[in-house]
């Protein structure tokens, strides 16, 4: 069983950055890809990033490339996604997942999702 727990959201300025944090407990982390997704409301929760379980491989969805950045710390049980130049169509509560399986982009591809944490960007 992995259970997962996001921190580092809140309130942040269109073009400044935020990192958000996703620790894990388990001994399974390093044998596992993580991904961040996200919800509006009104709107299905849809997928950010992704990195393979050595960290070598990363993935994003087309709307925050070039200003996200996952990364892992699997010595720290730790992912994390560094939003920068976020605009206001970036704010969403954010999850974290795990999955055992390689399809990133796809929700149903995760059994292990945290609580989310509340991102909001102003403009």
């Known amino acids: 069983q992995v259970q997962l727990a996001e921190s580092g959201g809140g309130l942040v300025q269109a073009g400044g950055s935020l990192r958000l944090s996703c620790a894990a407990s388990g001994r399974s982390f390093s044998n596992l890809n993580m991904g961040w997704f996200r919800q509006a409301p009104g709107k299905e929760r849809e997928f950010v990033a992704g990195i393979s379980r050595g960290g070598g491989s990363t993935y994003y969805a087309d709307s925050v490339k070039g200003r996200f950045t996952i990364s892992r710390d699997n010595t720290k049980n730790t992912v994390y996604l560094q939003m920068n130049s976020p605009k206001p169509e970036d704010t969403a509560v954010y999850y974290c997942?795990?999955?055992?399986?390689?399809?990133?982009?796809?929700?149903?591809?995760?059994?292990?999702w945290g609580q989310g944490t509340q991102v909001t960007v102003s403009s």
């Open positions: 997942a795990a999955t055992w399986g390689d399809r990133y982009y796809s929700s149903y591809e995760y059994g292990f």
